[in-house]
């Protein structure tokens, strides 16, 4: 691999969702238990609570909602839920159940107690949707035989079972679903402390040896997300290993996500191509998605849906009725100066001048 061509460097290493290679590898850096699982703290305790009094209960726990942003841990805390219950879990998603066949196959099948995990529950179709409020509230389905006027809906007993959902867009779940979650989980994004003793845990599992500020730069670059703070670890190790002793230092790990173009706060090249444009071919905006995107030579959904979430996340671009605009914080980071705002009209909008750089011009270019 040539170190130096960017061309030979994954698409997008701080994705949040799993490439082949995470999905390979993250079996083995899984937290067991709910002891292992680090940060959540809120999410955890509530979880321990529910667990622990239907396990003394000898019950079969509540439906459990799981909700946020990929690689925050949601597969990974339907796999602790079923470990601690000691109960088999069964893994399937939304997009796997076009019909309400392929569910009641499932239900069907299920063991008493048994765990099954529904990933990316809003993708289910809406026939399925209708058949697992029944299934989650009085553990009974009807299974329809036969077409037309002369099909027959017999209901099936099922043994009572948790289900596990997952999704990253909870409001996109119809409330009638929502509500029979017993248990609601919102899952943030982890703080950088965090993010380091995720770090630390992983290089210990791989074997990799990691300084403490090796870690903290990776961390600070992981955009509060555990996948990708296990993902870049990967990449800092690789070079570590071939253009240094292996060791991670926090100049071997800056040196490296500089190659990956992973900057010191997890922006990677489209981000900070989008923000460039913003700044020095807008003036900071306002300016519409349209024409952003035309500037930085992507499709409209990529800069809303990849780029700019975070963004607006981080506080760097402000997305408002007439159009994208950076903020002060923006201007700062890519080491820029912001355009004298223009002189405010006296006696309009109390305040102002407090506006970002640019929201004195009108809507030349506002969506
Ligand atoms: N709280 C955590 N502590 C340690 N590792 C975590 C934690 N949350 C996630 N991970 C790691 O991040 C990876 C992605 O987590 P996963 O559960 O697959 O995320 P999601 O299902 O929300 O997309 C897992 O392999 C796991 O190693
Ligand atoms: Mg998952």
Redesign the pocket.
């Known amino acids: 691999m040539n170190w130096d061509d960017p061309a030979e460097t994954p698409e997008r290493l701080v994705g949040?969702?799993?490439d082949r290679e995470?999905q390979a590898?993250?079996?083995?850096?899984?937290?067991k238990d709910l002891t292992?699982?680090?940060?959540?703290e809120r999410v955890r305790q509530q979880l321990d609570l529910v667990l622990r009094a239907a396990r003394q209960r000898g019950a079969t726990a509540d439906h459990v909602l799981?909700s946020?942003?990929?690689?925050?841990?949601?597969?990974?805390?339907?796999?602790i839920i079923a470990a601690e219950m000691g109960a088999p879990i069964r893994i399937t998603s939304g997009p796997a159940i076009q019909h309400a066949g392929d569910l009641a196959a499932i239900l069907s099948s299920l063991q008493e107690g048994e765990v099954l995990f529904l990933?990316e529950i809003h993708r289910m179709s809406r026939p399925a949707e209708e058949m697992l409020y029944m299934a989650m509230e009085d553990f009974r389905v009807d299974v329809i035989v036969g077409k037309g006027p002369g099909a027959t809906a017999i209901p099936l007993e099922l043994p009572p079972f948790t289900l596990v959902g997952?999704t990253?867009r909870a409001g996109l779940l119809p409330p009638p679903l929502r509500d029979r979650f017993g248990f609601t989980a919102h899952?943030e994004f982890?703080a950088p402390a965090?993010l380091e003793?995720?770090i630390h845990?992983?290089a210990g599992l791989l074997d990799v040896e990691v300084a403490a500020e090796g870690a903290a730069e990776i961390a600070g670059r992981s955009r509060g997300?555990?996948?990708i703070?296990?993902r870049l670890l990967r990449r800092v190790r690789d070079y570590a290993q071939v253009r240094a002793d292996g060791v991670i230092t926090r100049e071997i790990a800056a040196q490296a996500l500089e190659v990956y173009e992973v900057d010191g706060r997890g922006l990677d090249r489209l981000d900070l191509a989008v923000l460039r444009a913003l700044l020095t071919l807008f003036g900071g905006g306002p300016v519409g998605l349209s024409t952003l995107a035309v500037a930085v030579g992507e499709e409209r959904e990529t800069v809303e849906e990849v780029a700019e979430p975070f963004l607006v996340r981080e506080g760097l671009l402000a997305r408002t009725p007439r159009g994208r605009v950076a903020t002060p914080a923006a201007w700062a980071h890519l080491g820029l100066v912001a355009p004298q705002t223009p002189p405010q009209p006296q006696g309009f909008g109390a305040g102002g001048g407090t506006g970002a750089p640019g929201t004195g011009q009108t809507g030349l270019f506002g969506s």
Request: glycine share 12%; proline share 7%.
């Open positions: 949040g969702a799993a995470d590898v993250e079996a083995a850096l899984r937290p292992e699982f680090i940060g959540q799981l946020g942003a990929p690689g925050l841990g949601k597969t990974t805390l339907s796999m990933d997952a990253t899952m982890y965090e003793r995720v845990r992983s997300t555990p996948r703070a296990n």
